[in-house]
């Protein structure tokens, strides 16, 4: 795959996740609580989009390039889109960046084309279901339920789309302005959870809980964020100590890179199993609006 040891901790901790999801649906579909498929369909587009992200798909120029990012950390990936590429060009040349901060833009700039390539798998998904519901003469009981289905993708569609505009708007602010000193949040992640928290139907005490909770999400995060610079760090030392020869240093070198490797996966699963729950009770409180 010519992943960086970063990347492959990355795909362990979204591999670890799918596995424990499709043991959670085994059980719901053992007791008769998935009929509608639904959450199958669900299985089958998280794994997709994993699938998308690191290459395995069978499509070449999907591959991620970022064979490492700590060395060449702006420019080791394109990001597939002319009004994003743009954007960050005038970024990288307005002067208003330091180097920390160029390399905090070259996240959120990331993090959105994930976005982009999520919502387009799922639009392809939407589609090929509605395709096959057009297809079929008969109207019945269960061609109602997948109508139902239907209708919760393309909320979460419009959810995706949303989130979407909402992070091209910052990207675009951000570019031309750069960084706001008294922004409440830095990592896109969490600062995508509390735009969209703050139109979900929470009352002031549950925002104000939500929003500490987001604080400590956001540290999570940095930790995560520094043991992957420092796993990196490491691939590079025990790459060159290979050379030398010298097995002591090798061994010392192989236990520590050993470490950080096993630390980064935890840190790793624990950030995306948490980001799922945060995500999740958004989604609910979205919903509750329309309702």
Excluded: C
């Excluded at 139907?201 to 809980?209: D, G, I, P, V, Y």
């Excluded at 840190?267 to 609006?289: M, T």
């Amino acid at each position: 795959l010519h992943l960086s040891a970063v990347k492959l901790a990355e795909l362990h901790s979204d591999l670890k996740i799918q596995e424990k999801d499709e043991l959670s649906w085994k059980k719901l579909k053992a007791e008769g609580l998935d009929e509608d498929g639904e959450k199958e369909a669900k299985l089958r587009r998280n794994l997709n989009v994993i699938m998308t992200k690191y290459g395995m798909n069978g499509k070449k120029d999907s591959q991620l390039l970022d064979t490492n990012y700590i060395k060449d950390g702006t420019e080791s990936d394109t990001l597939d889109d002319p009004r994003l590429e743009k954007l960050w060009s005038k970024a990288k040349t307005s002067g208003k960046f330091s180097d920390e901060e160029l390399d905090k833009l070259w996240r959120e700039f990331k993090h959105h084309k994930e976005k982009i390539r999520e919502y387009n798998i799922l639009l392809e998904t939407v589609s090929r279901t509605e395709d096959i519901h057009k297809n079929v003469i008969n109207p019945s009981e269960e061609n109602l339920v997948k109508e139902e289905i239907l209708h919760n993708k393309h909320r979460e569609l419009k959810d995706k789309l949303r989130s979407i505009n909402q992070g091209f708007e910052r990207l675009r602010k951000v570019s031309h302005q750069g960084y706001d000193t008294t922004s409440e949040f830095e990592e896109p992640r969490v600062i995508d959870l509390w735009d969209m928290a703050k139109s979900a139907n929470f009352t002031e005490k549950e925002l104000e809980s939500f929003r500490e909770e987001l604080k400590h999400f956001e540290a999570k995060i940095e930790k995560h964020h520094h043991y992957q610079k420092q796993l990196e760090i490491s691939h590079q030392k025990l790459k060159h100590v290979e050379g030398t020869g010298d097995k002591d240093h090798l061994n010392r070198n192989r236990e520590k890179y050993a470490m950080l490797e096993e630390k980064t996966k935890e840190l790793g699963y624990k950030v995306k199993k948490h980001l799922q729950d945060l995500s999740s009770r958004i989604s609910q409180g979205l919903q509750h609006n329309e309702l």
